[in-house]
T-cell receptor, first 111, second 114 residues
Framework: SQKIEQNSEALNIQEGKTATLTCNYT??????LQWYRQDPGRGPVFLLL?????KEKRKERLKVTFDTTLKQSLFHITASQPADSATYLC??????????FGTGTKLQVIP | DGGITQSPKYLFRKEGQNVTLSCEQN?????MYWYRQDPGQGLRLIYY???????QKGDIAEGYSVSREKKESFPLTVTSAQKNPTAFYLC?????????????FGQGTRLTVV
């Protein structure tokens, strides 16, 4: 069955550093992968989508990579700020398969 | 403002009662979804609808029911058959099913069984 793995432990980093979050998937060949941000008690908010034929995608301080050989996506936040503290969810999908969400990684940026 | 609205934000239910969670969107999206989120877990798909008057079971549909009589509305009923209904419920919509378009989420309904 399809499996998505994100670091279940929280990631704590110092303000100004680059945060790197990992999303691994197995038994799956998604055509694209989405990243969402979720704040406590609220619904997820879409951040970025990367397609299988794209190696890298950027949006302001965010960068996503997609390695279909490793079956992995990396999500980077450069020059991190305390306001970036949240849980980040990855969601592979594609074709007419449903989008499936990972458990999320909680990021804490320390001032 | 366009968006997706869930109500109520908090809901308390006695054991043995059915309860209906509301989800409305004015984004003109065809596809709508219901997810359940438990502490420390990801979003699990309950039901989804690709188009009006059609819906499909997700991964954890037992104890839940839905309807899609209007494009903008996708209510979820949590029945007494649901063994552990206390959870955070999220509704979402997207332009089309399964394509590379983002999903828009509501703010969620926290259901507590008392």
């Amino acid at each position: 069955s399809q499996k998505i793995e994100q670091n279940s432990e929280a990631l704590n980093i110092q303000e100004g550093k680059t945060a790197t979050l990992t999303c691994n998937y197995t038994n799956y060949s998604p055509a694209y992968l989405q990243w969402y941000r979720q704040d406590p008690g609220r619904g997820p908010v879409f951040l970025l989508l990367i397609r299988e034929n794209e190696k890298e995608k950027r949006k302001e301080r965010l960068k996503v990579t997609f390695d279909t050989t490793l079956k992995q996506s990396l999500f980077h936040i450069t020059a991190s700020q305390p306001a970036d503290s949240a849980t980040y969810l990855c969601a592979p999908g594609g074709g007419y398969q449903k989008v499936t969400f990972g458990t999320g990684t909680k990021l804490q940026v320390i001032p | 403002d366009g968006g997706i609205t869930q109500s109520p934000k908090y809901l308390f239910r006695k054991e043995g009662q059915n309860v209906t969670l509301s989800c409305e969107q004015n984004l003109n999206h065809d596809a709508m979804y219901w997810y359940r989120q438990d502490p420390g877990q990801g979003l699990r798909l309950i039901y989804y609808s690709q188009i009006v008057n059609d819906f499909q079971k997700g991964d954890i549909a037992e104890g839940y029911s839905v309807s899609r009589e209007k494009k903008e509305s996708f209510p979820l009923t949590v029945t007494s058959a649901q063994k552990n209904p206390t959870a955070f419920y999220l509704c979402a919509s997207s332009n089309e099913w399964g394509t590379n378009t983002e999903a828009f989420f509501g703010q969620g309904t926290r259901l507590t069984v008392v």
